[in-house]
T-cell receptor
Framework: AQSVAQPEDQVNVAEGNPLTVKCTYS??????LFWYVQYPNRGLQFLLK??????LVKGSYGFEAEFNKSQTSFHLKKPSALVSDSALYFC??????????????FGAGTRLFVKA | KAGVTQTPRYLIKTRGQQVTLSCSPI?????VSWYQQTPGQGLQFLFE???????NKGNFPGRFSGRQFSNSRSEMNVSTLELGDSALYLC??????????????FGPGTRLTVL
């Protein structure tokens, strides 16, 4: 069965500092991994995805994520945090063919607070 | 191009009632997925529709049902509402069904409160 874990409920970082939001996954076959962000009273916005290829994926708003197959991790990173990055971040996984379908499984979410 | 729209945005119902939520995908998108978001359970997949057919289903009781119309618009129905059904219901559309290369675009959600 597919699963996603975001071990931190909340991450606090000062503006201008680098940020990391952690995600680990479990899936049969090749993982398809995603990061989404949710602002208050809004739906989810897509940030980036890993399908195959380079382990470092670049996405929207200066975010990037590093895929590590041996550690089954897909941590979200940004070199310099902005106050406007404060939001709820979700890691998600979809299994590949033969794993029971393409439904997307989301992590519990990590709330990011960036302090000015 | 207009985004995913969901109606209504807010809804208050009482236990035992039934409710229908609507989702209009981005023009040209043929796949619609539904998710339930609660503080306790997080985001949980309900079902996915493509070309009027249910392609995938999550682990929800039969009180939760959905359908998709020929214009790709989708409705979700919850019968015999329970207090625990209070949640933000999110709809997402994508060009094709499933597949990792198909990005999902989410609507703003419908906030359902069951009293």
């Amino acid at each position: 069965a597919q699963s996603v874990a975001q071990p931190e409920d909340q991450v606090n970082v000062a503006e201008g500092n680098p940020l990391t939001v952690k995600c680990t996954y479990s899936v049969s076959g090749n993982p398809y991994l995603f990061w989404y962000v949710q602002y208050p009273n809004r739906g989810l916005q897509f940030l980036l995805k890993y399908i195959t290829g380079d382990n470092l994926v670049k996405g929207s708003y200066g975010f990037e994520a590093e895929f590590n197959k041996s550690q089954t991790s897909f941590h979200l990173k940004k070199p310099s945090a902005l106050v406007s990055d404060s939001a709820l971040y979700f890691c998600a996984v979809r299994g590949g063919r033969g794993t029971g379908g393409f439904k997307t499984i989301f992590g519990a979410g990590t709330r990011l607070f960036v302090k000015a | 191009k207009a985004g995913v729209t969901q109606t209504p945005r807010y809804l208050i119902k009482t236990r035992g009632q039934q409710v229908t939520l609507s989702c209009s995908p981005i023009s040209g998108h043929r796949s619609v997925s539904w998710y339930q978001q609660t503080p306790g359970q997080g985001l949980q997949f309900l079902f996915e529709y493509f070309s009027e057919t249910q392609r995938n289903k999550g682990n929800f009781p039969g009180r939760f049902s959905g359908r998709q119309f020929s214009n790709s618009r989708s409705e979700m129905n919850v019968s015999t509402l329970e207090l625990g059904d209070s949640a933000l219901y999110l709809c997402a559309s994508s060009l094709q069904a499933g597949g990792p290369r198909n990005e999902q675009f989410f609507g703003p959600g419908t906030r359902l409160t069951v009293l």
